[in-house]
């Protein structure tokens, strides 16, 4: 993960140089139990079945703990997303947190802070591709150009993040423009939050802190009303 360098030295843009790549199917794990279903799944694929692709996994140098996996998210993680927790109080104050990698932590801290302090219920997903959700989107949108007369499939994000259930906040440690693009699929609006630009040659805290990633920022981003976060 990024130190306090930032982008000048370090890289916040492979999974962006990866997605222009055909045959590359990239992924961003946050925890060790979706590092070891898509390993299984690219062995199936590229050893079993034979198929032309390759895989590219991020892997972090951050110690955090990691849960044991939960029932049923297989499918979730290799179509790139899945609900890690749902909120933890009910409230009509809602708002969706989606995270990636080692900043998946800081999406959780942030929701914990958000239910506690400030009663926003708070869903935390864990967006393991944006690049599989982005290309499950543009699959499904070219058949029904092709195929006028049969029913449209709904892309894979869309059935995960439908419209209802407050705004939608997706945090990286890689450039906004890896969550953007996802957005014009998510009924209720997107906002990135990711490390455009260059850096400081600080720690890792002041660095998110700079890049406005950390959960102090998330809980900023999410305690808005959700018609200033869809206009930003």
């Known amino acids: 993960t990024l130190n306090g360098e930032g982008l000048q030295h370090q890289d916040g843009h492979s999974l962006l140089l990866a997605s222009t790549v055909p045959c590359c199917v990239s992924y ?67 708002v969706r947190l989606l995270g990636s990698g080692s900043l998946l932590p800081q999406v959780v801290a942030a929701a914990q802070i958000l239910e506690n302090d400030y009663q926003v219920a708070a869903d935390v997903y864990s967006v393991t591709s944006y690049q599989q959700l982005r290309h499950d989107a543009l699959t499904k949108e070219r058949h029904a150009l092709l195929h006028p007369g049969a029913a449209a499939e709904v892309p894979y994000v869309t059935q995960i993040l ?68 869809l206009a930003r």
């Open 28 to 94: 961003d794990p946050a925890f060790s139990y979706e590092v070891a279903t898509i390993i299984g799944e690219g062995l199936r694929r590229m050893y079993g079945k034979k198929e032309d692709v390759f895989y590219y996994l991020t892997l972090y140098n951050e110690n955090y703990d990691h849960p044991p996996m939960p029932a049923g998210v297989e499918e979730g993680i290799l179509k790139g997303i899945y609900r890690l927790r749902g909120a933890g109080i009910e409230n009509k104050r809602r």
């Open 162 to 229: 439908p419209k209802a259930g407050g705004p939608v906040i997706a945090v990286s440690d890689f450039m906004r423009q890896i969550p953007d693009m996802i957005s014009r699929w998510v009924p209720a609006g997107l906002t990135p939050l990711g490390t455009d630009g260059f850096g400081l040659s600080d720690s890792r805290e002041a660095l998110r802190r700079f890049f406005e990633v950390d959960a102090a920022a998330v809980v900023v981003t999410a305690d808005q009303p959700s018609d200033e976060i």
